[in-house]
């Protein structure tokens, strides 16, 4: 979109129209940048309506707007373009619909006199075009501020600003959807004003504007003040400390007083190696008057056998093999490679690493088992964005998800990492399972997007792509 152009979603805006116009003599409407967000932010496209699996009375939009193509198709081309009337703009079923003309489940979206409905309009009078000339598109948005401070009942807005590829930029507060994890805390309304309640806390405010996701951080401090000093005499040991202090601060909470001896060995005990002290250790612990006891205390707890057993166990608990699914000796190996990383103090990129790009037998080499456990290259995806990057892909596999910013394009793509793992022998035979797999790499081997069977190429979810080789394993 040219940086001229004076967009709908600002809230102020005024029907711009362009010299080099159409034969209406008004600006272009592109149905990505102009159509699809009226459509997200007045809920036609959202699961409980026409974003649901199969639509809503034969009418089905892409959830959330994820797939462009299909909601053109299904507004201006499939039943027999009933639902879009550029000879008659104003009898289109689309806004007939949307203003509650006709009967209408969802009820009335918009007013027949409002920006939406006379942007539409237009849109279906030039032709409801898939694009238009020098269309840019959405490259980022911009929620700002990240971080607010209220007091209880007080009153913020918050903007969000839209980028594009032609170096313009938008207001599109107005075109976001908002949302509060904590509405007893903070409160958003549809104008991104965001209201403090009346306890102290924490919410986090979610701004959606077309599959691109911001948050910004709202706090509400305790009354009163600690003086700075108060936080200036507590310990640090490392960089952690140093974050939760400044946060207890900037909340105003007055930081609690350090546990007593015995409440220390008993937390550090059931952390680091899953039991209660023994009576003993507990009496030699308390009868210590050494100044370094409790850094003491923890290094030793480190070092002992029960350590590794403990996280292994939450380990294998996390990587979840079967037993009866992948075979009893290799779920053996499996949890014995586990228990050896923790035993050397494996450091934790080399622990993932050596999951991730296992090859070998099943019955030798103990972390093959996570692909013979994890069949498809779904599977793993799923698997290893969840453990290892903090990222919940599942729904992107199908849609995008309320809450997220990952498409399918990024499912499959990350998918794509894991698409040339081989393996030859036993196949899966459960209940036993017990035979030999071998995994390697394979030479050939895609995964491709379910709905536009394009071979996918392998790419991360964020930072920067490295090249890869094309005889090298992904």
Request: net charge neutral; charged share 25%; glycine share 6%.
């Amino acid at each position: 979109m040219c940086q001229a152009r004076i967009p709908f979603c600002c809230g102020i805006v005024a029907l711009a129209l362009t010299a080099q116009g159409n034969a209406t003599g008004a600006e272009e409407v592109s149905f990505e940048l102009d159509v699809q967000p009226i459509l997200a932010v007045r809920g036609c496209n959202q699961g409980a309506c026409h974003g649901k699996a199969r639509g809503q009375n034969g009418f089905q939009l892409s959830l959330l707007g994820f797939d462009s193509n299909f909601d053109f198709s299904s507004i201006a081309q499939q039943s027999r373009g009933r639902r879009v009337f550029p000879a008659a703009p104003a009898q289109s079923l689309l806004l007939r619909k949307a203003t509650a003309q006709v009967p209408h489940g969802g009820g009335q979206r918009f007013a027949a006199d409002s920006e939406e409905y006379q942007l539409l309009q237009r849109w279906i009078a030039q032709g409801a075009p898939r694009r238009i000339s020098n269309e840019s598109k959405l490259v980022r948005v911009e929620l700002s501020p990240k971080s607010v401070y209220l007091q209880t009942d007080a009153k913020a807005q918050l903007a969000v600003k839209a980028f594009y590829s032609d170096g313009s930029t938008r207001d599109v507060t107005d075109c976001t959807q908002f949302q509060s994890n904590e509405d007893a805390t903070v409160s958003v309304n549809a104008n991104g004003i965001v209201k403090a309640g009346s306890l102290p806390g924490e919410a986090t405010i979610m701004a959606r504007y077309m599959n691109n996701i911001e948050t910004s951080l709202v706090s509400i401090p305790l009354s009163g003040n600690v003086a700075a000093a108060e936080y200036e005499k507590l310990p640090r040991s490392n960089f952690i400390d140093e974050l939760v202090w400044n946060k207890l601060q900037t909340l105003g909470i007055t930081p609690a007083e350090l546990c007593d001896d015995a409440k220390y060995l008993r937390r550090i005990h059931i952390d680091l190696i899953g039991r209660l002290p023994t009576p003993d250790e507990d009496r030699a612990f308390l009868a210590s008057d050494a100044p370094d006891k409790r850094t003491r205390a923890v290094d030793t707890l480190l070092e002992r056998p029960e350590y590794a057993d403990h996280w292994a166990s939450k380990w294998a608990d996390l990587l979840r093999p079967n037993p009866y699914r992948v075979g009893i000796k290799a779920v053996i190996n499996y949890d014995q490679t586990i228990r050896d990383a923790f035993r050397k103090n494996l450091p934790y990129d080399q622990f993932v690493r050596q999951l991730v790009t296992a090859q070998g037998s099943t019955w030798h080499d103990g972390a093959t088992v996570l692909y013979r456990d994890r069949r498809e290259p779904e599977e793993v995806t799923t698997l290893v964005s969840q453990l290892f990057l903090g990222i919940r892909l599942e729904c992107a596999k199908c849609h995008h998800h309320p809450f997220e910013k990952w498409s399918q394009d990024d499912f499959y793509s990350f998918a794509a990492f894991f698409g040339r793992v081989g393996r030859v022998g036993g196949d899966l035979s459960p209940p036993i399972s017990g035979e030999e797999e071998m995994i390697f790499v394979s030479p050939t081997g895609v995964v491709k997007h379910p709905l536009t069977e394009k071979a996918m190429q392998p790419r991360v979810l964020f930072g920067k792509m490295p090249a890869i080789p094309a005889d090298a394993d992904p």
